[in-house]
DNA sequence: TCCGATGCATCTATTATCAATATATCAGAC
DNA sequence: GTCTGATATATTGATAATAGATGCATCGGA
């Protein structure tokens, strides 16, 4: 995750499984993918990224399985759980949630002051 | 903050910089209106709430006084900061564009898919 | 051989809450 | 006067989620 803000806390899973509902991939191919996806805005560190996917398999959101590359190199690969789909949609759910009440807090004051929104 | 998620960690201070900016409140008070204004969606804790006005305080965001009601009751009351506005700003924009990034991410996946989000 | 890319792992420090708790005082009901 | 609820503030320890720092391994190309 950019280190940006603690605002961007907590959306690590979310991030990882909605990447992996479309097609299993090992770690390091999440982070690119959801790096890329973000134009480069979201990026994991792997003190983040791995412990974050051991913990999500430890919940039965996703399962590894260790494969073996064309070139003879091991990674382990990641697929979603039903479990684990469940989750994603729990979480998208809340984010939206979440999202349209802080909008309801932080734009009402641009709505209104109007001045700082202006050169936002 | 309503305990739901780890996703919603990070913006009590712009949230109470959002209220102070149209007028200066008690920790009571904000606390209230940000509830209010989120349909009750947006909780904060003792723990949290006081904790973080006094580190706000402390970066110079937010001035604080203390004040003597009518009934002859004592309260602090905070006001924003020419630098708590300009922090207010930043974390609005920086917010804006995480929540853009982060659409991006798990919102191709809806738009791709099509299954999960149809029921969301 | 060396270097960079790929790929994974782990540990400590830091940060931001959550939970739990406590104190104080006003206002209203009994 | 007493009790209860609302108002108002404060603090502390536990917990969770990163950031930073580091390390190991291996393939591919120069």
Redesign the pocket.
Same mark, same amino acid.
């Given at each position: 995750?950019?280190?940006m803000d603690?605002l961007?806390?907590?959306?690590? %899973?979310m991030l990882i499984l909605s990447v992996l509902v479309e097609k299993p991939m090992?770690?390091?191919?999440?982070a690119?993918e959801i790096e890329q996806r973000s134009a480069d805005f979201l990026r994991?560190?792997?003190?983040?990224?791995? %412990?974050?996917?051991?913990?999500m398999e430890r919940k039965g959101w996703i399962a590894?399985r260790w494969e073996v590359?064309?070139?003879?190199?091991?990674?382990?690969?990641y697929a979603i759980t039903p479990l684990g789909l469940r989750e994603l949609e729990r979480q998208q759910h809340a984010w939206r949630r979440f999202s349209r009440a802080l909008e309801a807090v932080i734009g009402r004051k641009s709505s209104e002051g109007g001045l700082e929104t202006c050169t936002t």
């Open positions: 995750m950019t280190a603690p961007f806390k907590g959306s690590t %899973p090992h770690g390091y191919a999440i690119k994991f560190r792997e003190g983040t990224l791995y %412990p974050a996917l051991h913990e590894g590359t064309d070139g003879g190199r091991e990674r382990k690969v």
